[in-house]
T-cell receptor, first 113, second 113 residues
């Protein structure tokens, strides 16, 4: 299930389940979004991105959905594995020239064997 | 390729001391960023540089200064360190166009006592 802790919300799933991680963004002018994975002690790593002229984009085991009407982004991970356990962040492109990259709060994904 | 390199990896400062965090990228990227990440929290943008010769404030710029020394290097300076600046600092870089992922360094863990 999903719970909101003192800091990062946590999503706990069983190995093999599909995971859905959500992100709300605030700026309707943001035109590009990126999902990152961060493992303990490391810098964020790119997973998948999507431009605002798309609703859906698929990668290997991952799908990103964009709903501009409600300013919502989701990351779906198919057949979740223990190695997917990490913190996941969405980031949006904002600001003049759209070079300002701002991150959301993040969600911790815990995958149980 | 080294990608994005940050130095130092760890640093302990006393309150009031100053220091500069160094970041260099070898990917010929135009944009560079500095973020801070507090324990169990997301990444917050301190400053960014959309291109050589320009810098802009992010979400939490107070207490910091930056210098875009050349296209490769972007440094972050703490003039008078405070315990509230204890955090992990990440540098990142992106290519010319806005629709590109950012690549991150491994972080600098800074403790101010």
């Amino acid at each position: 299930g999903e719970s909101v802790g003192l800091h990062l919300p946590t999503l706990s799933v069983q190995e093999g389940d599909n995971s859905i991680i959500n992100c709300a963004y605030s700026n309707s002018a943001s035109d590009y979004f990126i999902w990152y994975k961060q493992e303990s002690g490391k810098g964020p790593q790119f997973i998948i991105d999507i431009r605002s002229n798309m609703d859906k984009r698929q990668g290997q085991r991952v799908t990103v959905l964009l709903n501009k009407t409600v300013k919502h982004l989701s990351l779906q991970i198919a057949a979740t594995q223990p190695g997917d356990s990490a913190v996941y962040f969405c980031a949006e492109n904002r600001g003049t020239g759209f070079q300002k990259l701002v991150f959301g709060t993040g969600t911790r994904l815990l995958v149980s064997p | 390729n080294a990608g994005v390199t940050q130095t130092p990896k760890f640093q302990v400062l006393k309150t009031g001391q100053s220091m500069t965090l160094q970041c260099a990228q070898d990917m010929n990227h135009n944009s560079m960023y500095w973020y801070r990440q507090d324990p169990g929290m997301g990444l917050r943008l301190i400053y960014y540089s959309a291109s050589e010769g320009t810098t802009d404030k992010g979400e939490v710029p107070n207490g910091y200064n930056v210098s875009r020394l050349n296209k490769r290097e972007f440094s972050l300076r703490l003039e008078s360190a405070a315990p509230s600046q204890t955090s992990v600092y990440f540098c990142a870089s992106r290519g010319l166009i806005g629709y590109a992922e950012a690549f991150f360094g491994q972080g600098t863990r800074l403790t101010v006592v």
